[in-house]
């Protein structure tokens, strides 16, 4: 019966304004970084496209009602996927292992391989079992990846703007996956997916999602020293502001769920680099 299993034609995401995302936070901890190894940045910004594009693919391809055997089988269906699978473990892997320091070597193996976890789907008799089916634990999952792109590019966690930074982003990050699931609300009640919007709804989820901008602005604000630091929160709060708003009036709105969403990346590196080229931080 398993073997007579047929997959609907793949639906692939467009990742280009994921991999302007990563990178960008990635690159946002490196501007905090008292040690600037270039080579290393380049390394990590490859090694950050990569695990983008295949965890991504990977969640793509994922289809709940097959076993984790066939979706293994259909994600390597693709020959690209094949390729830069053994460039990650002949090239990427064995260069890092050399190149970085222990510390961002292993945040930067943690965080790839919770995407891969977040992404798989395990049967067990009759039940399947996902962690992006689990309410709101998919979320937590996403932002902490993410916010360990701050790590990441810093190399250390020691630092107290990196450590401001990283819970910053975080919390940014939870928002930003919250908002991806607002248009997502009828397909993720379709496939079993307990989504914020799915269990309590969108005007609660909007609702929840101003108290956690809130949640991160006052995070920052208590972790920071710093009076130009608590400007840089709340620019990144007033866009997300922003942004809320405006995704409330256009649930369905690619622009303010998508783009706009991202390019709250953009603009934590943007900001970053402006307060540390003036000295603020």
Not at 155 to 174: E, H, K, M, P, S
Request: aromatic share 18%; with cysteine; net charge positive.
């Amino acid at each position: 019966m398993t073997q007579q299993f047929k997959y609907p034609t793949t639906r692939f995401k467009n990742l280009i304004l994921f991999f302007i995302a990563s990178c960008s936070i990635l690159s946002s901890g490196f501007v905090l970084s008292s040690v600037k190894n270039w080579n290393a940045l380049s390394l990590l910004i490859a090694s950050c496209c990569t695990g983008v594009y295949l965890i991504y693919r990977l969640n793509d391809c994922i289809d709940q009602s097959a076993d984790l055997k066939l979706n293994i089988k259909h994600f390597f269906s693709y020959p690209f996927h094949k390729l830069i699978t053994v460039f990650l473990f002949i090239v990427l892997i064995p260069i890092s292992v050399f190149w970085l320091n222990g510390f961002t070597f292993l945040i930067l193996s943690i965080a790839s391989l919770s995407g891969v976890i977040y992404s798989l789907s395990f049967h067990s008799k009759e039940k399947i079992y996902r962690i992006k089916n689990i309410f709101f634990i998919k979320n937590l999952f996403i932002g902490f990846a993410w916010g360990a792109l701050v790590l990441i590019g810093a190399g250390n966690f020691t630092d107290a703007y990196v450590l401001n930074l990283f819970w910053f982003v975080t919390i940014q990050v939870v928002i930003g996956s919250l908002i991806r699931d607002v248009p997502d609300q009828e397909k993720d009640f379709e496939t079993g997916v307990k989504s914020l919007p799915v269990v309590i709804g969108k005007s609660a989820t909007f609702f929840a999602m101003h108290g956690l901008n809130l949640l991160s602005f006052a995070t920052g604000y208590m972790l920071s020293n710093s009076i130009d630091l608590i400007w840089f929160f709340g620019v990144i709060v007033v866009w997300r502001f922003l942004n809320l708003i405006f995704l409330s009036l256009n649930p369905h709105s690619i622009f303010w769920g998508q783009k706009f969403n991202l390019m709250t990346c953009v603009l934590i590196l943007f900001l970053i680099v402006i307060f540390k080229h003036y000295e603020f931080i």
